[in-house]
């Protein structure tokens, strides 16, 4: 086995349709990102599930740590004033 | 607002109790990292040489429509692999390793794919049993813990629907033909049935993973619990192929609204899964041969990203 061989590993993001955010659906090997989009295709869009593909080496992504999410996501558990629902208005206003 | 805190340890076992999913990053204990490889890997193993029963037939298919649709079947299971494989991966498992394991016969995958397809009818009945085996099982694990895992079982479960169907399709028109074709039907139907059974594993007590796999969610149903619902669900299908079940001692339960059947030959099972089936050697050499015969596609894709990687850098300077 020549690790130094291997293709390298993609993480894919396909478009379903106008209007709507690339969403990520995988990943897959690939030589190169011309590769990993024709791959992708085959592999995630055969029943018209995508107009458009993207694909990122997946070692090119930095992802937050799950260990810090409390420390990272702390901050916002606390300011309820940020929702709407925290504003109790008189029921007979409308449109607001 | 300062939350006790908890170790990694506990916050695992807490993610599991609230039905919460694990993700790759997360802590998690070495028995479930690798339960989790051994279980995703032999899962994909199964996928890649799933393929190879049927691929004995594309040539062979009685018309283009039918070999249209047999090979978008098998091309499923390929992607299929691959969603396994890439879930293996997120775990830190190497996919080489994994396929090493699989060529040098250490690693396992669902012994029914030891068994040959003699007839066009395998292929109806293939799609009919096993593939509607794997969804009874694959049903349960969109549920389970690991997220990449059931993540995968998603997209293989919306696919999976059209692969039993058409396998049914096949029989139903055998069925309905010629007395020889219903024949052929009826033969396929009595190899395959046991070998389907199988496919849910061995029965709960002598299960050796099963518990611990119930317990951390990544199986939702006992192997028996499994059995049963396929038998249920499978032999009315039968009946209205008009064909007959090889088991003599099938019968309805009205209060339970079950069937009771006759279990496999475990004796026969544990053989296979040691190797000593009818295919297990051509299989894994088939598998080992495209391997290695494959390799000059992937090193000749490697040096010619290598060397357009280099003209991009060369150029813009
Ligand atoms: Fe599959
Ligand atoms: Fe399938």
């Known amino acids: 086995m020549e690790n130094s061989k291997n293709w390298p590993l ?35 869009t055969r029943r018209q599930e995508g107009i ?4 990122i080496e997946s070692k090119n992504i930095t992802a937050s740590d799950p260990g810090e999410q409390d420390s990272l996501f702390d901050p916002s558990g606390d300011k309820p004033y940020r929702h709407p629902t925290f504003y109790k208005l008189p029921d007979e206003l409308k449109n607001i | 607002m300062t939350a006790k805190a908890i170790s990694q340890e506990e916050r695992f076992y807490q993610l599991i109790d609230k039905e919460e999913k694990i993700e790759p990053k997360d802590w998690m204990p070495e028995k479930y ?32 429509r039918r070999k ?4 978008a ?25 994994l396929i090493e394991e699989l060529h040098i016969g250490k690693a396992k995958y669902s012994s029914i794919f030891n068994y040959p397809t003699l007839s066009w009818a395998d292929i ?14 694959q049903v349960m694990l969109c549920r389970t813990s690991y997220g990449p895992y059931s993540r995968a079982m998603v997209r293989i479960c919306k696919e999976e629907s059209f692969h039993q169907r058409q396998g049914y399709d096949i029989l139903l028109t055998l069925c309905n033909g010629t007395k020889e074709q219903k024949e052929m039907a009826q033969d396929a139907l009595n190899r395959w049935w046991y070998p389907s059974l199988m496919m849910f594993g061995p029965k709960d007590d002598e299960s050796v993973h099963s518990d611990y796999s119930i317990k951390m969610k990544i199986k939702r149903f006992s ?24 088991d003599k001692n099938l019968k309805f339960n009205a209060k339970t609204e079950n069937y009771s059947f006759t279990e496999p030959d475990w004796s026969e099972f544990y053989n296979v899964i040691k190797g000593n089936g009818p295919c297990n050697k051509d299989r894994i050499k088939t598998r080992r041969e495209a391997f290695e015969n494959g390799k000059w596609v992937r090193d000749a894709a490697i040096a010619y990203a290598e060397k357009q990687k280099q003209n991009n850098k060369n150029g813009k300077q």
């Open chain 2, 68 to 71: 249209a649709a047999l090979l």
């Open chain 2, 124 to 137: 109806g009945a293939i799609g009919w049993l096993v593939d509607g085996a794997a969804i009874m099982n």
């Open chain 2, 223 to 246: 192997n028996d619990e499994l059995r049963q619902r396929f038998v249920d669900a499978t032999v009315p299908q039968a009946e209205y192929l008009g064909l007959k079940v090889p």
């Open chain 1, 52 to 55: 458009s593909i993207w694909v």
């Open chain 2, 73 to 97: 079947k098998i091309q499923d299971e390929a992607g299929h692999g691959l969603y396994l494989y890439s879930a293996a991966e997120t775990l830190g498992a190497d996919r080489e390793e």
């Open chain 2, 33 to 64: 990292r690798n339960t989790m490889i051994r279980q995703i890997s032999q899962h994909a193993h199964s996928e890649v040489v799933g393929m190879l029963p049927e691929g004995n037939w594309i040539s062979r298919a009685p018309s283009l």
């Open chain 1, 10 to 44: 993609w993480e894919i993001f396909i478009r379903s349709k106008r209007g709507l955010s690339h969403k990520h659906v995988g990943s897959l090997r690939a030589s190169d990102a011309q590769m990993a989009i024709e791959n992708a295709r085959d592999v995630y």
